[in-house]
């Protein structure tokens, strides 16, 4: 019974795929129970396809540059996600804005990491905007995806503090380190049917 209700993931990234890989691993050791039907990348070049491969994952890209419009695009990554039976969306380092055409598609049903401590810093410059600001504390995010940018109900967050010799690349490797544990752990509670969304909130069962 148990098989027949597992989550299958689609996981969509655009980079190095840091955040994919911590997924690979918890599902590996068991801490996800669910499995990963396919990764996709918008980016040809996109380390996160090789990790995906190395790990004996469907992967492929969707380059957007192929595609006459982002509808057309979108349509494609829905038709790839939909012949691997996805059940639940992980975008971990995806840098393309999803309209309303796929986010309708996959309602309720579409996690994301945010690299800062929202509804602070929005955007795809967070760690350049927190040292801009002078903040004392960022850390990352992860909400439901709704129709804006970074604006989705709010599951989880992990602190750190800004240090102040910090640059772009010390803060987000200490972010970083808090999105590799966060992210596994709320898939998993996504897969245990412990998230439930409130309006703005999300309610996590114990």
């Known amino acids: ?10 996981v969509l990234a655009s980079g190095r ?5 911590s997924i690979i691993d918890a599902v590996e050791r068991g801490e996800v129970k669910a499995k990963i039907g396919v990764v996709l990348s918008d980016k040809p070049d996109a380390y996160a396809l090789e990790r ?7 992967a492929l890209c969707i380059d957007r540059k192929q595609y006459d419009g982002r509808a057309p695009f979108e349509e494609a990554l829905i038709a790839a996600l ?7 969306v992980v975008l971990a380092g995806f840098m393309r804005i999803l309209t309303p055409l796929f986010v309708r598609h996959y309602k309720g049903r579409i996690l994301n990491i945010h690299p800062a401590l ?6 795809a410059h967070a760690h350049r ?13 992860i909400h439901f995806v709704d129709e804006g940018t970074d604006s989705g109900p709010i599951i989880a967050q992990a602190a750190v503090p800004v240090l102040d010799d910090d640059t772009e690349d010390t803060l987000g490797a200490r972010v970083l380190e808090q999105e590799h544990k966060l992210y596994p752990q709320v898939i998993e509670w996504y897969c245990e049917g412990r998230l439930h969304i409130e309006g703005r909130h999300v309610r996590v069962d114990q």
Do not use: H, N, R, W
């Open 52 to 58: 995906a491969k190395k790990a004996g994952i469907p």
């Open 129 to 141: 905007d927190v040292l801009a600001y002078g903040v004392k504390v960022s850390g990352c995010t």
């Open 118 to 123: 929202l509804p602070s810093f929005p955007g």
């Open 17 to 21: 795929g840091t955040d994919l890989q």
């Open 82 to 88: 939909e012949e691997k039976g996805v059940t639940l």
């Open 1 to 10: 019974m148990a098989e027949m209700t597992q989550q299958v993931l689609g």
